[in-house]
């Protein structure tokens, strides 16, 4: 069908629902881009297609009210907090940085080579400058080893890492055992972890690296170093939030809750849970609030919580991100015209995902035995939506509008 000579900027109308030229352009670009492909009338129909599937899948869900669904309803949460700090963070850490010619050089050579490191750990700084001082005083390093470490392993091997490359790394502490010469020692760093004192050992190329392939990944590369500046400032900015905050702890509280997440027993919790557990700024949570925000963790967060100390450390993380969150509101970053517009393009996705996910949930046992049978399932759904809907295609201006 064509649309009436009036619209001439619009591509399709999906029951009332309009892609403009622009917009479709836009978003064209981007997946030809991103799936290597060129332009023509086969990709320009299957995009297409798929920005009307959205509409109508979108359609049956506020129809079928997914939206108040309460995974749904959840999740939206998780995506619009994440997002608002996503924005907040733009705002305050991720400003221009001036890269210069050695850094992105440098970074041109760690791409190209891996990196044999070892390291002292401690969780805070004044544990790290009492190990500087007894390496400093001439202490062997694998005894420093045996003394900071609790991982078997890192114990008996003298806090040996191995062999990395770019990226597999804390992007903090990689920027700074990058940039060491091998066999030089760094001073203390704080990392997302705690604190470090790095040994590079040895340093192995990858090949030899020709001026012409760094021209051609120089912006790439300015966007490396970009990344590892970013980071070690919002590391910065984090701490010296944290510090602003003045964090109180009960210790008795803080104890009981920690042997709560080792017992689970309801009955302990039912006398302790009303117990204020920390104090910042005008905030108060007792241990039954730190519990639900704890619930927001992912099993992996969870696992990573062994003692009292690592408990304390996750309760001020999370502290510091509600902290930002409501930075970010007072900021009114939740009112501006990106923020939402990007926000309503996420939960849209959130919610066609939610519609496919429960299309296949009957296939969940055993997905790839069944990718045939989820295919003509969607397929099926799609085509009853078909029916039930009025789309107009403009089909000489998908023909002929240049890219």
């Not at 030809?32 to 492909?37: D, E, G, H, I, P």
Request: one cysteine or more; proline letters at 1%; hydrophobic letters at 35%.
């Amino acid at each position: 069908m064509s649309c009436s000579d009036n619209y001439k900027e619009i591509l399709a109308e999906v029951n009332g629902d309009t892609i403009s030229l622009p917009n479709f352009k836009s978003k064209y670009q981007n997946f030809l881009s991103q799936k290597y492909q060129n332009d023509n009338l086969s990709n320009r129909y299957a995009y297409l297609n798929n920005l009307i599937d959205e509409k109508l899948i979108l359609k049956y869900a506020i129809e079928n009210n997914i939206n108040n669904d309460s995974t749904y309803v959840l999740k939206s949460k998780e995506i619009h907090d994440q997002l608002l700090l996503n924005h907040y963070f733009d705002k305050k850490i991720n400003l221009e940085f001036p890269v210069n010619e050695l850094e992105s050089r440098n970074a041109f050579k760690w791409i190209k080579t891996s990196f044999h490191i070892r390291h002292l750990f401690s969780k805070d700084m004044e544990g790290i400058q009492k190990i500087k001082t007894r390496l400093d005083k001439g202490e062997n390093w694998s005894s420093l080893a045996r003394y900071c470490f609790q991982d078997t392993l890192l114990r008996s091997n003298g806090g040996d890492l191995g062999w990395y490359n770019q990226g597999e790394l804390d992007p903090v502490f990689e920027w700074e055992a990058f940039s060491l010469i091998p066999g030089s020692i760094s001073d203390p760093i704080k990392t997302r972890n705690g604190y470090s004192i790095i040994h590079l050992i040895e340093t192995e190329s990858d090949g030899f690296i020709t001026e012409n392939e760094y021209q051609k990944e120089k912006s790439e590369l300015i966007d490396l170093v970009i990344n590892y500046k970013q980071q070690t400032r919002l590391l910065n900015f984090t701490d010296s939030t944290v510090a602003s905050m003045n964090v109180e702890f009960d210790s008795t509280a803080l104890e009981s809750l920690h042997y709560f997440l080792l017992s689970f027993t309801d009955e302990n919790l039912e006398t302790i849970k009303h117990d204020r557990l920390l104090f910042f700024e005008d905030v108060e949570w007792s241990i039954e609030e730190t519990l639900n925000k704890l619930s927001d963790l992912s099993s992996n967060q969870l696992s990573k919580i062994i003692n009292v100390d690592d408990l304390k450390k996750t309760i001020i993380g999370i502290a510091c991100r509600s902290k930002f969150l409501v930075d970010a509101k007072e900021n009114n970053i939740h009112k501006t015209t990106v923020f939402n517009r990007n926000l309503s393009e996420k939960l849209d996705q959130t919610m066609i995902k939610k519609v496919v996910d429960d299309l296949n949930k009957k296939f969940n046992n055993n997905i790839e035995k069944n990718q045939d049978k989820i295919i003509e399932n969607y397929f099926n759904f799609r085509e009853k939506l078909i029916l039930a809907s009025d789309i107009k295609i403009d089909t000489l201006l998908i023909k002929t509008f240049i890219m």
